[in-house]
């Protein structure tokens, strides 16, 4: 069966610092990714999506960034954290069908909650 | 462009009563809905989706959802909610080939002893 990881489960960082989190999905290929973030009251707001290794599509200009080094794996950084960037980062993949262009629903990880002080 | 609404952020009822949870979807294509519910600081869990099959759909924990595409709608519904049923509920669309799927901002169910 399919499983997705993400860590950190928490994390507390100071205004300006580096961020980096990493989700990681078993037990498929080729899924596609993304990372969404979800601000109190606020919903899930897509970041960041990727259908293949290397591929990248921002969807919200930010100064966060993603990277999709191998098939499974799927980074969130940033450079300098901003008090706004604060929230519960999630973690999803879907599997695509390659023939016929649907896919699944998304299946997501357990999240990652950021403070930024 | 594909969008959803969700009326109402937050809805509460009591233990035993009908649960009804409402969503409208806008999409240019034909469709793809799901429903999520997501547990505090916990990921989204798939309740139930619709993928062009039956209209009705019935999901985990007793919840159902009926596609009415004249309406527009996608509503959720439990005929008796349990106490475990208090969450947040998402919810989605995604248009056939399309690799995303946007949410709605979410209701929070509460459910009175």
């Known amino acids: 069966s399919q499983t997705i990881h993400q860590w ?7 205004v300006g610092s580096p961020l980096s989190l990493e989700c990681t999905v078993e037990g498929t290929s080729n899924p596609n990714l993304y990372w969404y973030r979800q601000a109190a009251g606020r919903g899930l707001q897509l970041l960041f999506y990727s259908v293949g290794i290397g591929q990248i599509s921002s969807e919200v200009p930010q100064n966060l960034s993603a990277s999709r080094p191998q098939d499974r794996q799927f980074i969130l950084s940033s450079k300098k954290l901003l008090l706004s960037d604060s929230g519960f980062y999630l973690c999803a993949w879907s599997v695509r069908n ?20 | ?14 233990e035993g009563a009908l649960v009804l949870l409402r969503c409208n979807y806008s999409s240019s294509v034909p469709p793809y809905l799901f429903w999520y519910v997501q547990y ?6 798939l309740l139930l989706k619709y993928t062009s099959a039956a ?3 019935k999901g985990i924990n007793g919840f159902e959802a009926e596609f009415k595409k004249s309406e527009t709608s996608f509503h959720l519904t439990k005929p008796s909610a349990h106490m475990s049923d208090a969450a947040e509920y998402f919810c989605a669309v995604s248009p056939w080939g399309y690799q995303k799927v946007t949410f709605g901002t979410g209701t929070k169910l509460q459910v009175i002893p």
């Open chain 1, 8 to 14: 950190p489960a928490t994390l507390v960082q100071p």
């Open chain 2, 40 to 45: 505090p600081n916990q990921g989204l869990q």
């Open chain 1, 98 to 117: 390659l023939l016929s262009g649907k896919k699944s629903e998304q299946f997501f990880g357990p999240g990652t909650r950021l403070t930024v002080l």
């Open chain 2, 1 to 14: 462009a594909q969008s959803v609404t969700q009326l109402g952020s937050h809805v509460s009822v009591s």
């Open chain 2, 55 to 57: 209209t009705l759909v």
